[in-house]
């Protein structure tokens, strides 16, 4: 069965990584998340955003694949055609052993020059992360062939998407037999406009998510549970 997931922050927050809507702790308690990601936040406040970021990248490095990254691997291995949709920027679905997965919103290990692009290995955003803790201001490192500030590898609200995953995610919504959203509030453009791709082929649509969301009324099925549950329950039925 080809089974593609779209997967947003709840699937990682049994790894410890809060959600987006989740209230921040410690420096970062102050400041909105959705506010903190945005072109106009990394010009304001260019080490704040960035101190954000390297922050993030540090939890994320330290952080594991749950049950539920583990069972989506697991259902590929078990001979699916499984493609896995993300809003998310970690890695943790290749940490599990992934293999197609398609970053709509970039990733937090991909940084570049703001100004012409420049992306330099090691990628600077890793720079000392075992050092990072709770998370400081920081200035971003000047980019060598031009000067400009490096800014993280991330889609901020009011860019667009990168086209070719944009690209990849439609024609995996127009060939799956099954989609399952996991863990996302479904309120953010145009992510949350996928599932109605599936629903218009008659494809069944499978939510797991502990609450309603902007999805789950398209749903033909809700699996009120955090996400290493809701993946199990899929194991035991495709497995
Ligand atoms: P949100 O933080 O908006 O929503 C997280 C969803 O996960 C909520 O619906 C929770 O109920 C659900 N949830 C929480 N714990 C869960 C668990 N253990 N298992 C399953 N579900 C759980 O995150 P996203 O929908 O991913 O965009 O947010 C979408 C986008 O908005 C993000 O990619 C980011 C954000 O601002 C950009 O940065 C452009």
């Known amino acids: 069965m080809r089974i593609t997931f779209l997967t947003g922050a709840g699937m990682s927050a049994e790894s410890g990584i809060p959600t ?6 410690g420096l970062w308690a102050r400041y909105d998340a959705e506010r903190l990601a945005t072109p ?8 704040l ?18 049950a539920g990254h583990l069972g989506i691997a697991e259902l590929a291995r078990r001979g699916h055609a ?12 290749e940490r599990a052993g992934s293999h197609e997965v398609v970053h709509l ?4 290990f991909a940084s570049r020059c703001l100004d012409c692009g420049t992306a330099v290995v090691p990628d600077p955003i890793l720079a000392g992360l075992d050092a990072l803790d709770a998370g400081a201001r920081e200035a971003p490192p000047a980019c060598a062939a031009c000067g400009g500030p490096f800014r993280p ?32 509030s479904g309120l953010v453009q145009p992510a949350a406009s996928l599932p109605a ?9 499978i939510e797991i998510n502990p609450v309603d969301s902007g999805v789950s009324a398209l749903a033909q099925e809700r699996l009120r549970m955090p996400a290493g549950a809701g993946v199990q329950v899929l194991l035991d039925r495709f497995g």
């Open 49 to 66: 955003c960035w101190g954000w970021y390297r922050w993030r990248a540090a939890m994320v490095q330290r952080a594991h694949p749950n």
């Open 153 to 184: 590898g991330v889609v901020w609200f009011g860019e667009a998407l990168p086209e070719a995953a944009w690209q990849q995610a439609q024609a995996s919504l127009e060939a799956c037999d099954l989609l399952v959203v996991v863990g996302t």
């Open 20 to 25: 987006f809507r989740d209230a921040l702790t």
């Open 105 to 108: 919103h970039g990733s937090l």
């Open 82 to 93: 499984v493609e896995v949709i993300t809003q998310n920027v970690d890695d943790l679905h």
């Open 40 to 47: 106009g936040a990394f010009r304001n406040d260019p080490a």
């Open 197 to 205: 791709l599936a629903q218009a082929r008659g494809v069944r649509v």
